[in-house]
């Protein structure tokens, strides 16, 4: 069975950082290409950044780019996002999710199996 | 990117029904479309990938069509268990975009 746990969310100060964490289990990790997704209190879904199951190519949103980086560790089998440069339009709840496909070099953007969700505020 | 425009923002149904659920893209994705539901507090769910296939463990009751800019999720003999929001989610054009739900309120 496939889980993902994810930690590391709580309370930032607007310019500050955190670092997201996703544990995996269940599934060859380094097989597949991992996403975040975030969602607003009361709003809809956004996707945030991807990587590929090597962790060579790596995806941003634009209204991440440059303040957010996605990278993991295939012999943990964990996930990250370090997230600088919070500003308040980032508190969320951020998903760690696994895509539906096996593929070696890009993403395959359908979003098979996610994490419960963790919180992230930015508020001072 | 791409717009992805979902109605009715909210359906209210009662359990028996069939719901009809609409997503338009502002330029054609193609059959790269899929259907996700989130019930309140939960991780959500795919449901339909490639427009009309259904993910694994989603019963026949969803079934998912169209191609290019329309598509459609229909949910036949509704299920009080069928409350939730219901997302569409395009990959046919980068980045991956989703549609603001629809609400499907079961009486």
């Known amino acids: 069975e496939v889980q993902l746990v994810e930690s590391g969310g709580g309370l930032a100060q607007p310019g500050g950082s955190l670092r997201l964490s996703c544990a995996a289990s269940g599934f060859m990790f380094n097989f597949f290409a991992m996403h975040w997704v975030r969602q607003a209190p009361g709003k809809g879904l956004e996707w945030v950044s991807s990587l590929t199951g090597s962790g060579y190519a790596t995806y941003y949103a634009r209204s991440v780019e440059g303040r957010f980086t996605i990278s993991r560790d295939n012999s943990q089998n964990v996930l990250y996002l370090q997230m600088s440069s919070l500003r308040t339009d980032d508190t969320a709840i951020y998903y760690c999710?696994?895509?539906?496909?096996?593929?070696?070099?890009?993403?395959?953007?359908?979003?098979?199996?996610w994490g419960q969700g963790i919180l992230v505020t930015v508020s001072s | 990117e791409i717009v992805l425009t979902q109605s009715p923002a909210t359906l209210s149904l009662s359990p028996g029904e069939g719901a009809t659920l609409s997503c338009r893209a502002s330029q054609s994705v193609r059959s790269h479309l899929a259907w996700y539901q989130q019930k309140p507090g939960q991780a959500p769910r795919l449901l339909i990938f490639d427009a009309s296939n259904r993910a694994t463990g989603v019963p026949a009751r969803f079934s998912g069509s169209g191609s290019g800019t329309d598509f459609t999720l229909t949910i036949s003999g509704l299920e009080p268990a069928d409350s939730a929001t219901y997302y569409c989610?395009?990959?046919?054009?980068?980045?991956?975009?989703f549609g603001q739900g629809t609400r499907l309120d079961l009486k």
């Open positions: 989610q395009q990959r046919g054009k980068w980045p991956p975009t």
């Open positions: 999710v696994k895509d539906r496909e096996v593929a070696s070099t890009i993403p395959q953007y359908y979003f098979d199996d």
